[in-house]
């Protein structure tokens, strides 16, 4: 009863992207997949899902060879995957049973027959009980968070027959509470002899719910071993073909003047009162769980919504920031959390990308040397992060997720700003990649620019920030120097403890 793959290799244009990958697994287990931004990973698994149809190699199940040629047929053996982009797979304006019953409907009209709504709501109904997942049927996909879009796509993906589940960075948006929920899920799955596919840039989560782990490098194999048997930093050097160094960088200047001060800003929802002030020089933490209000202060802060009550001033003057191009003209930069959505042109080419946001064009200040000057910043920009792309002039959208992630961290580093509001800047990033957006974080502190760095993940807060403020349903409950504190204690804090 198992699944093996071997010797499978796709070329796109200017990139091979498996080089005779192998990969096996079986039911009843779940299988980590590894491996670096762009190592092909995702490529590999969409290989099996029928996404990609010009592959050669083999694919067996249960010792019998298969064809895969287009999602049905993965469908038709039992194989079912939730992309990474979770977006692109659902309709936003259909229900959450809609969604879910997604391709039962599809079926359906196939025949002419009348949709049943009825059985579909019910069957919907059923389907998230059974995931113990708490949301009404009714919802709008639109109304949902990005954890909850996750859900009905998991949901839809065990609707049918599944033997084998892929599920690609599925954890990435997910808050702890969430994630738990997730891995009650697999290991439900796992009872029921599904076998279970399991990518992630979060090592240690894999070390929790798999069995077994495989490392890709370069589109390759590099190895397979029982989780038991092997350990975090060995499967890091074989998947970056050297050991991690040291991830957070020393610095050696100090924070001057205070550039940043928001005192008591609330924007009526979310964030209900926050005090925190940014020096020159100086990287601040916010450390906060998911939900906890991160994303709704940086986009008040960069002006993408407006604030109810509060001041915020710079230099000590008052300022009003009413959309994110008075940010821009105040000299303020933003990469946010949702990147594909909010932070790339996934359209538009990897240069066009890291010179879009540059204050520059925003003045409007074109000319030939300028854009010339920028395609080189540009490509210093793609060897200081390692953006894996055959071109600059490649097209976002055929990059893999992390190098679509560090496009847009790129292309506000390029700019030159004098605060830099990072999103959870590492979200879907390879630990390799990591260190880099570390080092380019820091660089920018030492350059004696104010940076606010909020982020869930919160040994990162603690190892890049100089002072970390907690916040806690929109709230800040506490401030701390970075260097008396520890995870531990972040952790209790972000989660309500006093
Ligand atoms: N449709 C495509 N067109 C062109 N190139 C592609 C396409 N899909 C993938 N690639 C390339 O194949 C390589 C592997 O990409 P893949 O998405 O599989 O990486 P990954 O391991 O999933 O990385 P990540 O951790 O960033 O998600 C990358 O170099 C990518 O640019
Ligand atoms: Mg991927």
């Given at each position: 009863m198992?699944?093996?793959?071997?010797?499978?290799?796709?070329?796109?244009?200017g990139?091979?992207?498996?080089d005779?990958?192998?990969?096996?697994?079986?039911?009843?287990i779940?299988h980590?997949?590894?491996?670096?931004?762009?190592?092909?990973?995702s490529?590999l698994?969409?290989?099996?899902?029928?996404?990609?149809?010009?592959?050669?190699?083999?694919?067996?199940?249960?010792?019998?060879e298969v064809?895969?040629?287009s999602?049905?047929?993965?469908r038709?053996?039992?194989?079912?995957?939730?992309?990474?982009?979770v977006?692109?797979?659902?309709?936003?304006?259909?229900?959450?049973?809609?969604?879910?019953?997604?391709?039962?409907?599809v079926?359906?009209?196939?025949k002419?027959?009348?949709?049943?709504?009825?059985?579909?709501?019910?069957?919907?109904?059923?389907?998230?009980?059974?995931?113990n997942?708490?949301?009404?049927?009714?919802t709008?996909v639109?109304?949902?968070t990005?954890a909850e879009?996750?859900m009905?796509l998991i949901?839809?993906?065990?609707?049918?027959?599944?033997?084998?589940l892929?599920l690609?960075?599925?954890?990435a948006?997910?808050?702890f509470?969430?994630?738990?929920?997730?891995?009650?899920?697999?290991?439900?799955?796992?009872?029921?002899?599904?076998?279970?596919?399991?990518?992630?840039?979060?090592?240690p989560?894999?070390?929790?719910?798999?069995?077994?782990?495989?490392?890709?490098?370069?589109?390759?194999?590099?190895?397979?071993?029982?989780i038991?048997?092997?350990?975090?930093?060995?499967?890091?050097?074989?998947?970056?073909?050297?050991?991690?160094?040291?991830?957070?960088?020393?610095?050696?200047?100090t924070?001057?003047?205070v550039?940043?001060q928001?005192?008591?800003l609330?924007?009526?929802d979310?964030?209900?009162?926050?005090?925190?002030?940014?020096?020159?020089?100086?990287?601040?933490?916010?450390?906060?769980?998911?939900?906890?209000g991160?994303?709704?202060?940086?986009?008040?802060?960069?002006?993408?919504?407006?604030?109810?009550?509060?001041?915020v001033?710079?230099?000590?003057?008052?300022?009003?920031?009413?959309?994110?191009?008075?940010?821009v003209?105040?000299?303020?930069?933003?990469?946010?959390?949702?990147?594909?959505?909010?932070?790339v042109?996934?359209?538009?080419s990897?240069?066009t990308?890291?010179?879009?946001?540059?204050?520059n064009?925003?003045?409007k200040?074109?000319?030939?040397?300028?854009?010339k000057?920028?395609?080189?910043?540009?490509?210093?920009m793609?060897n200081?992060?390692?953006i894996?792309?055959?071109?600059?002039?490649t097209l976002?959208q055929n990059l893999?997720?992390g190098?679509?992630?560090?496009?847009?961290?790129?292309?506000?580093?390029?700019?030159?700003?004098?605060?830099?509001?990072f999103?959870?800047?590492?979200?879907?990033?390879?630990?390799?990649?990591?260190?880099?957006?570390?080092?380019?974080?820091?660089?920018?502190?030492?350059?004696g620019?104010?940076?606010?760095?909020a982020?869930?993940?919160?040994?990162?807060?603690?190892?890049?920030?100089?002072r970390?403020?907690?916040?806690?349903?929109?709230?800040?409950?506490k401030e701390?120097?970075?260097?008396?504190?520890?995870?531990?204690?972040l952790?209790?804090?972000?989660?309500?403890?006093?």
């Open positions: 198992t699944l093996t793959m071997t010797d499978i290799t796709i070329e796109f244009p990139v091979k992207a498996l005779r990958a192998c990969f096996n697994t079986r039911p009843g779940a980590a997949l590894i491996g670096a931004n762009g190592a092909g990973k490529t698994m969409k290989v099996l899902s029928g996404a990609y149809t010009h592959y050669t190699g083999r694919i067996t199940i249960n010792g019998n064809t895969i040629r999602p049905k047929d993965a038709n053996l039992g194989i079912q995957i939730v992309y990474q982009e977006d692109t797979a659902l309709i936003p304006y259909l229900t959450v049973a809609e969604n879910i019953m997604l391709n039962e409907f079926a359906n009209t196939d002419k027959t009348l949709v049943d709504w009825k059985t579909i709501h019910t069957k919907a109904k059923d389907i998230l009980r059974d995931l997942v708490q949301l009404s049927s009714r709008l639109s109304d949902l990005l879009k996750q009905v949901a839809r993906a065990v609707s049918t027959d599944c033997s084998y892929i690609d960075e599925p954890t948006p997910l808050s509470s969430e994630t738990e929920q997730l891995f009650r899920v697999v290991n439900d799955l796992k009872k029921k002899q599904v076998g279970v596919v399991f990518i992630s840039h979060r090592l989560e894999l070390f929790d719910i798999c069995e077994q782990i495989t490392v890709m490098r370069n589109g390759e194999f590099v190895i397979q071993e029982a038991p048997d092997t350990s975090i930093a060995r499967v890091v050097e074989q998947m970056l073909g050297e050991p991690l160094e040291e991830q957070f960088p020393s610095r050696t200047s924070p001057k003047d550039r940043l928001v005192e008591h609330a924007d009526g979310k964030v209900k009162d926050v005090t925190l002030n940014v020096r020159a020089g100086e990287i601040i933490g916010i450390a906060g769980l998911v939900g906890a991160k994303t709704e202060l940086c986009k008040l802060l960069f002006g993408a919504t407006s604030k109810k009550s509060g001041r001033a710079i230099d000590g003057k008052e300022i009003t920031l009413k959309t994110p191009s008075d940010a003209r105040r000299r303020i930069a933003f990469v946010p959390e949702e990147r594909r959505k909010e932070g042109l996934v359209e538009e990897v240069v990308n890291l010179t879009a946001a540059s204050v064009n925003f003045l200040v074109f000319s030939f040397l300028d854009f000057k920028e395609r080189s910043k540009a490509g210093e793609i200081a992060l390692g894996k792309t055959p071109t600059a002039d976002v893999s997720g190098n679509q992630q560090k496009v847009a961290i790129g292309k506000w580093l390029v700019s030159d700003a004098d605060i830099y509001i999103d959870e800047p590492t979200k879907g990033v390879d630990v390799g990649a990591k260190k880099d957006i570390f080092d380019l974080v820091s660089a920018l502190a030492e350059k620019k104010s940076v606010i760095y982020s869930c993940e919160l040994a990162e807060v603690k190892g890049i920030s100089d970390i403020y907690v916040l806690y349903d929109g709230q800040i409950t701390l120097s970075a260097s008396s504190t520890n995870e531990e204690e952790l209790y804090l972000s989660t309500g403890g006093k």
